[in-house]
Every structure is written in structure tokens, then in C-alpha cells.
């Protein structure tokens, strides 16, 4: 079993900035790709940005140029630098680990959450 804990989420003003951290624990795995998501009100969850295993990153054409995911594979934590945020940026964003565990295959784990919002 492999647990997600997100961290860093808040309150900040247009154009701020926040860096969201995302740890996973567990024993016996390997994690593969590492990304956000979020989901607004009323809205589907979309895919923010992803990172895999060698490093190689992409992003959802809102965020291009704002956010840049990155990864601590020592800690098995991914991180969200948030820039020139927006009200569109408002969200609850989750973390998404895939895990391979070996015998027993690989899987997705996802976090609790962590509540951004961009409000003046």
C-alpha cells in the first residue's frame, strides 16, 4: 500500500505564487509517473501536470509557462511551483503517484487534496 499526502495549499492573491508538495510512503515500490490534478466546482478533474520517471514533463495548455512540476526521487515527492496566479487557477488539486509493486502490478494512488485559492 502506498499513502499520498499533499501539503501547501492556501489563500493567495492574483498573481501570487504557491508550492504545493506532494510525499509518498509506503514499503516494497517503485513510483512511476507523479502528477496534479485538479477540480473545480461544478467541473471535471483535469489534469494539471505530470512528470515520469526519467524527468520528462508536460502540461496543461492553461498553466504553459506559470507552473513547472518537478520530482525529489530520493523523497518520492512531487512538487507544483505555482506562478502568476489566477482566479481560474482556484481548485482543490490532488496528487497522483503511479506505483508499480511488483508481483502484484502497478497502480494509482491519489491524495486527499489541498485547497488552492486565488482571490483578491
Known amino acids: 500500500q502506498v499513502e499520498v499526502v499533499e501539503s501547501g495549499g492556501g489563500l493567495v492573491q492574483p498573481g501570487g505564487s504557491l508550492r504545493l508538495s506532494c510525499a509518498a510512503s509506503?514499503?516494497?515500490?517503485?513510483?512511476?509517473?507523479m502528477a496534479w490534478y485538479r477540480q473545480a466546482p461544478g467541473k471535471q478533474r483535469e489534469l494539471v501536470a505530470a512528470?515520469?520517471?526519467?524527468?520528462?514533463?508536460n502540461y496543461a495548455d492553461s498553466v504553459k509557462g506559470r507552473f513547472t512540476i518537478s520530482r525529489d526521487n530520493g523523497k518520492n515527492t512531487v512538487y507544483l511551483e505555482m506562478n502568476s496566479l489566477k482566479p481560474e487557477d482556484t481548485a482543490v488539486y490532488y496528487c497522483n503517484v503511479q506505483a508499480y509493486l511488483g508481483l502484484r502490478g502497478t497502480f494509482d494512488y491519489w491524495g486527499q487534496g489541498t485547497q488552492v485559492t486565488v482571490s483578491s
Open positions: 509506503g514499503t516494497s515500490f517503485v513510483i512511476n509517473a
Open positions: 512528470i515520469n520517471s526519467r524527468g520528462s514533463t
